[in-house]
Nanobody
Framework: QVQLVESGGGLVQAGGSLRLSCAAS????????MGWFRQAPGKEREFVAG???????YYADSVKGRFTISRDNAKNTLYLQMNSLKPEDTAVYYC????????????????????WGQGTQVTVSS
C-alpha cells in the first residue's frame, strides 16, 4: 500500500521561503515519477513541479525560477523548496506519484497520477 505524507506547510510572509517534504512508503520510491500539485479555494488542482526517476525536472511557468523540486531516494523523500513566495502561491499542496514504473515523462494532468498525499496548507500573506 503506497502512502505519501506531506509536511512543512505553514504561514509565511510574501517574499519568504518554505520547504515541503513528502515521505513515501510502500513502493520502490526511486523508480517513479513524483510531483507536486496545488489547489486553491474555488480553483482546479494544478501542476507545480515534477521529477522523474532520472532526476529530470519540469516546472509550471508560474513557479519556474522560484521553486525547486528534488528527491532523496535513500530517504524515500520528495522535497519542494519554495522561495520568493507570493500571495497567489497560497493553496493546499499535494505530493503525488505515478503508478507506472520507470516512466520518463513528467505529466501535468492530475489524472495521470495514481497516488496522492493528504495535502499540506501553504498560506502566503501580503
Amino acid at each position: 500500500q503506497v502512502q505519501l505524507v506531506e509536511s512543512g506547510g505553514g504561514l509565511v510572509q510574501a517574499g519568504g521561503s518554505l520547504r515541503l517534504s513528502c515521505a513515501a512508503s510502500g513502493r520502490t520510491f526511486s523508480s517513479y515519477v513524483m510531483g507536486w500539485f496545488r489547489q486553491a479555494p474555488g480553483k482546479e488542482r494544478e501542476f507545480v513541479a515534477g521529477i522523474n526517476w532520472n532526476a529530470w525536472t519540469y516546472y509550471a511557468d508560474s513557479v519556474k525560477g522560484r521553486f525547486t523540486i528534488s528527491r532523496d531516494n535513500a530517504k524515500n523523500t520528495l522535497y519542494l523548496q519554495m522561495n520568493s513566495l507570493k500571495p497567489e502561491d497560497t493553496a493546499v499542496y499535494y505530493c503525488t506519484m505515478r503508478t507506472q514504473e520507470y516512466s520518463g515523462t513528467i505529466y501535468t494532468r492530475p489524472d495521470e497520477y495514481g497516488y496522492w498525499g493528504q495535502g499540506t496548507q501553504v498560506t502566503v500573506s501580503s
